[in-house]
């Protein structure tokens, strides 16, 4: 079946420091890709998504481009701050009804 | 409502006690979910309500666990019997069929003593 598979964490960087967490996928078909963000005590929120092979999304300075040919998903950010300390979910989903989530990293950042 | 809203935001019960736990989804969105995060783990699917369909109950980890979705719109999940392992975060989302994700609600934290 599908599932998603997220670099483990936790990961500890440093304010400003470039910031990459991998994902990477097996799925059939062509499913849309998420990354969720879950801020401590709070709920999971999306982040960016992207529908199509070579896709980029984007927020908040976060990015990740939908790779068909290595069916990845990495999420990038080139410079980190504290408040982007939080969990970071990679998830896929065929028709919307079916989200599969990685297991979650863990981001600190110092200052 | 504007979000996702859950209650109570934290249960303790004792074990051997049933527990219910609320969900509202967003108006208007056809789709809820139930996950279960337990310390340090990903999320883990329970159950899934789309429109007046059946449920997808196939994430249920045991007949203790129900749920269920009363006018297409606020869901209760219940655990019978809660036993130690049972604590965990229990998150809610809802959907709409537009394929823009989910919009998780911010949990009830169960812990059984």
């Known amino acids: 079946g599908d599932s998603v598979t997220q670099m483990e964490g936790p990961v500890t960087l440093s304010e400003e420091a470039f910031l990459t967490i991998n994902c990477t996928y097996t799925?059939?078909?062509?499913?849309?890709l998420f990354w969720y963000v879950q801020y401590p005590g709070e709920g999971l929120q999306l982040l960016l998504k992207?529908?199509?092979?070579?896709d980029k999304g984007s927020n908040k300075g976060f990015e990740a481009t939908y790779r068909k040919e290595t069916t990845s998903f990495h999420l990038e950010k080139g410079s980190v701050q504290v408040s982007d300390s939080a969990v970071y979910f990679c998830?896929?989903?065929?028709?919307?009804?079916?989200?599969?989530f990685g297991a979650g990293t863990r981001l600190t950042v110092k200052p | 409502g504007a979000g996702v809203s859950q209650s109570p935001s934290n249960k303790v019960t004792e074990k051997g006690k049933d527990v219910e736990l609320r969900c509202d989804p967003i108006?208007?969105?056809?789709?809820l979910y139930w996950y279960r995060q337990s310390l340090g783990q990903g999320l883990e699917f329970l159950i899934y309500?789309?429109?007046?369909?059946?449920?997808?109950k196939s994430g249920l980890p045991s007949d203790r666990f129900s749920a269920e979705r009363t006018g297409g719109s606020v869901s209760t999940l219940t655990i019978q019997r809660t036993q130690q392992e049972d604590s965990a975060v229990y998150l809610c989302?809802?959907?709409?069929?537009?394929?823009?994700?989910?919009?998780f609600g911010s949990g009830t934290r169960l812990t059984v003593v």
């Open positions: 799925a059939t078909g062509y499913p849309s």
């Open positions: 992207a529908t199509k092979a070579d």
């Open positions: 989302a809802s959907s709409s069929r537009t394929g823009q994700g989910y919009t």
């Open positions: 998830a896929l989903s065929h028709n919307n009804n079916d989200m599969r």
């Open positions: 309500f789309q429109g007046n369909s059946a449920p997808d």
């Open positions: 108006s208007g969105h056809t789709a």
